[in-house]
Structures are given as C-alpha cells and as structure tokens.
C-alpha cells in the first residue's frame, strides 16, 4: 500500500521558513517524479514545485520562485520542501504527490499526472 506522509507544517510569522517533509512508502521512491501542490482557503489547488525522479530537475511556480527549493534523498524516500520568506499568501495546505515515470529528468506541473497524493499538511503563515 502507498503511503504519502506530510509533516512540518505550522503556524509561521510572515519573513519566516519551515521545511515540509514527505515520506514515501510502498513504492520504488526513485521510479517517481514528487511534486508539491497546494490549496488556499477559497481557492483551488495548485503547483508549487516538482523534482524529477533522478533530482537533477525542478521546476517552481512563479509565485514561490526564488524563496522554494526542492529536494528529494532517496535514502530515507522523501521529498523535502524548504520554504523561506513566507508570506500570508503563501498559507494553505500542502500536499506532496508521487508520479511514475521512466525519465529521470522528467517533472510534471499538471496534477493530474500524479498517481498518489498525501494526506497534506497546513501552513499558516501571519502578518
């Protein structure tokens, strides 16, 4: 059974950072391209960052470009999402996914490309 398992999230003052965490479990963690997604209150999930599978690729949302990074260690199978400079914007929840591909330096942004999702993680940044 796959399991997606974010953590890290929080309640943040704005200027500040949190690193998300996701634990992949149940599948070959290196056969996946990992995307991040997000939903804010009222509003629609969206992109936020993906690695591809070999972790020489990311690709970024403008909106977070630039205070985002993503990086992945296959050691432990997880994704890590580092997030600096916060901004209330930036407050919603988070949810990693988990995409099969046979390209290691294949990304996607469309989120219906991703097989399995995690259960997601609130961020909450404040003013």
């Known amino acids: 059974q796959v399991q997606l398992v974010e953590s890290g999230g929080g309640l943040v003052q704005a200027g500040g950072s949190l690193r998300l965490s996701c634990a992949a479990s149940?599948?070959?963690?290196?056969?996946?391209?990992m995307g991040w997604f997000r939903r804010a209150p009222g509003k629609e999930r969206e992109f936020v960052a993906t690695?591809?599978?070999?972790?020489?690729?990311?690709k970024f949302a403008d909106s977070v470009k630039g205070r985002f990074t993503i990086f992945r260690d296959s050691a432990k199978n997880t994704v890590y999402l580092r997030m600096n400079s916060l901004k209330p914007e930036d407050t919603a929840v988070y949810y990693c996914?988990?995409?099969?591909?046979?390209?290691?330096?294949?990304?996607?942004?469309?989120?219906?490309?991703?097989?399995?999702w995690g259960q997601g993680t609130q961020v909450t940044v404040s003013s």
């Open positions: 996914a988990a995409d099969r591909t046979y390209y290691d330096d294949s990304y996607s942004e469309n989120q219906s490309q991703y097989d399995y």
């Open positions: 690695i591809s599978r070999s972790g020489g690729r990311t």
């Open positions: 149940g599948l070959t963690f290196s056969w996946y391209t």
